[in-house]
């Protein structure tokens, strides 16, 4: 029986199916535990998670932080529930007692279907632990290429339901779609051709043209470049048929 439901999706959430929203009285603590619910049931030493959490302690005062650490966990998540568990080696957290957005989000990638993207796309509220701060290098080592793997995943679901809506004829629903994509990847210039062929089929000549001023502006700002090749010749062919 799920006991916790971790979102680290859009950072860190946690909600008791009774008690509802938990909050975790450090910031130690909430790293600690997001680096052990992005893989429930995995046991990890006790000395990796200190040289993530504790990098520049002694071995003393790092395995005394982890310790209080742990206890401040079980303490805000009640003892009785037997989520965080340990041994004088390793810490983990049982995978039947917590339900992770992570994996919740990969398997309805891997599905596939209209059903299961649309989920996978609701689910994904933003980066891998977004709103985490002050990180150690060793904790940014785990976390930054785990954030952008996902973004991947992500980058490929909405693609994915982007076309199947526009197959489908959903338009409105597309350009939903196509503009959540745009939050993950905003400088995408396949997805710019795409809207603007959208809107361009729609007779929506002042969309298109606006969604190319928007890529150009972005791209001479962050950049100093202008957009690609099909980029240009879509905005010259919007301007021409007006």
Same mark, same amino acid.
């Not at 940014?140 to 992500?154: D, F, G, I, S, T």
């Given at each position: 029986m799920t006991a916790l439901e971790i979102a680290l999706l859009g950072g860190l959430r946690l909600r008791h199916p009774? /008690?509802?929203?938990? $909050?975790?009285?450090?910031?130690?603590?909430?790293?600690?535990? #997001?680096?052990?619910?992005?893989?429930? =049931?995995?046991?990890? /030493? /006790?000395?990796?998670?200190?040289?993530?959490?504790?990098? =520049? +302690?002694?071995? !003393?005062? #790092? !395995?005394?932080?982890? @310790?209080? #650490?742990?206890?401040? &966990?079980? /303490?805000?998540? =009640?003892? $009785?529930?037997? &989520?965080?568990?340990? $041994?004088? @080696? +390793?810490?983990?957290?049982?995978? $039947? @007692?917590?339900?992770?957005?992570?994996? @919740?989000?990969?398997?309805l990638a891997q599905e596939g279907t209209l059903e299961a993207l649309t989920a996978a796309c609701e689910l994904y509220a933003g980066d891998l632990l977004s709103d985490a701060a002050d990180l150690s290098p060793e904790y940014?080592?785990?976390?930054?290429?785990?954030?952008?793997?996902?973004?991947?995943? #992500?980058r490929s679901v909405f693609w994915q339901l982007f076309s199947l809506r526009l197959w489908r004829g959903e338009i409105t629903e597309a350009k939903h779609c196509a503009q959540r994509y745009l939050e993950i990847d905003p400088y995408c210039e396949r997805m710019y051709a795409a809207l603007m062929r959208l809107h361009m089929s729609q007779g929506e000549r002042a969309l298109a043209a606006g969604r190319y001023g928007q890529l150009r502006a972005q791209l001479a700002r962050d950049f100093q470049i202008r957009p690609g090749t099909e980029i240009e010749q879509l905005g010259r062919a919007v301007s021409q048929s007006g």
């Open positions: 009774e /008690r509802g929203n938990v $909050d975790l009285a450090s910031q130690k603590g909430a790293l600690l535990l #997001a680096f052990l619910a992005y893989a429930p =049931g995995k046991k990890h /030493r /006790r000395e990796v998670v200190q040289d993530l959490l504790w990098p =520049g +302690s002694d071995q !003393q005062h #790092a !395995q005394g932080n982890l @310790r209080f #650490a742990l206890h401040q &966990i079980r /303490r805000t998540l =009640g003892a $009785d529930e037997n &989520i965080l568990l340990s $041994d004088s @080696r +390793s810490v983990w957290l049982d995978p $039947d @007692r917590v339900a992770v957005d992570v994996d @919740r989000f990969e398997a940014e080592n785990w976390l930054l290429p785990e954030r952008e793997r996902l973004r991947e995943v #992500a």
